[in-house]
């Protein structure tokens, strides 16, 4: 019966008799250690208060980011459309509609192929 090997032992499954019956491969248990309790509680502290809160700040701020874009496009319009012929390359159709839009297709932001749809 074959014998299962242990996770950490996988790296050493061609190298075993090097050492002519020498144990020197660690089991898993032998290779873990338990971790420092300030180091755990350091690492929560830095989780849940500082970048919690930054994870939302920078939600907001790109939020408010996002708001000056579409009045900015309300206001201004759309940047006028120039072809360029490296541009809107098919080899193959998409796999899904018509096979010529993207999968979050708009038809007000997006360029397909000669211009904007509206």
């Not at 873990?32 to 919690?52: A, G, W």
């Not at 996002?66 to 998409?94: A, D, Q, S, T």
């Not at 993207?102 to 192929?113: P, Q, R």
Request: hydrophobic share 35%.
């Amino acid at each position: 019966m074959a014998k299962v090997l242990k996770l950490g032992q996988f790296g050493h499954t061609f190298t075993r008799g090097i050492m002519h019956g020498k144990e020197y491969i660690k089991t898993v248990e032998q290779l873990t250690h338990v971790p420092n309790p300030k180091t755990e509680k350091l690492m929560s502290i830095i989780s849940h208060y500082v970048m919690l809160p930054l994870f939302i700040l920078h939600g907001i701020y790109c939020y408010k980011k996002h708001l000056e874009h579409e009045e900015h496009v309300r206001r201004e319009g759309l940047p006028k459309f120039i072809h360029y012929p490296y541009l809107k390359i098919m080899n193959k159709p998409f796999p899904w509609g018509d096979g010529k839009h993207s999968l979050f297709h708009s038809k007000t932001n997006y360029v397909v192929g000669i211009g904007y749809e509206e």
